[in-house]
């Protein structure tokens, strides 16, 4: 899938999380796969309230991870599901084998019609987003989305985590 162009707009999620190690990138625009929009500055300050109010230090947003975020979201609204593995080549640990972790790297999935602060939310409260989410070994994120080709609505949620 190549790279897409950003429309800002609201972010929208349901959950599955992964671990692995690699890195990944982000870009804006509208794709074969619907629409995707870059959420990692909407994010950012969030996602740094919800670290602090941990005990952890902020995380930086990155545009290397929010590029690897937008690519894994195309290919699950292309695929029409939600998963960390979508296809030959396309394995969490082969893409982030293309991007900067530092060792270590971790993904956040999610698909419904939510907003930013319910995607969080929902990751919050699931035990294994949530561990992705506050794990002090990361120090970078990514977020983004790409809507269903089939149902405009229907938004196709990634977030991906390195050190």
């Known amino acids: 899938m190549t790279e897409t162009t950003i429309d800002r707009r609201r972010l929208l999620v349901l959950g599955g999380a992964a671990f692995a190690l690699a890195p990944l990138a982000g870009c804006l625009s509208r794709g074969p796969s ?29 545009r290397e991870l929010e590029t690897a975020a937008i690519v894994q979201a195309g290919y699950m609204a ?11 080549g396309r394995s969490f640990q082969t893409r982030m084998g293309k991007v900067e972790t530092n060792g270590a790297a971790a993904e956040n999935l999610a698909r419904g019609r939510m907003d930013l602060v319910r995607v969080m ?14 794990d002090p070994k990361f120090a970078r994120f990514g977020l983004g989305y790409v809507t269903d080709p089939r149902d ?6 990634a977030m991906v985590l390195a050190a």
């Open 34 to 62: 619907g629409e995707s929009v870059r959420m990692t500055r909407d994010g950012a300050p969030l996602f740094a309230d919800i670290r602090t109010s941990n005990s952890l230090g902020a995380i930086r947003a990155d």
């Open 78 to 88: 292309e695929a029409g599901r939600m998963a960390h593995d979508t296809g030959i």
């Open 152 to 157: 405009d609505a229907q938004r196709y949620w």
């Open 121 to 134: 939310d929902i990751w919050m409260n699931s035990p294994g987003h949530r561990r992705n989410m506050l």
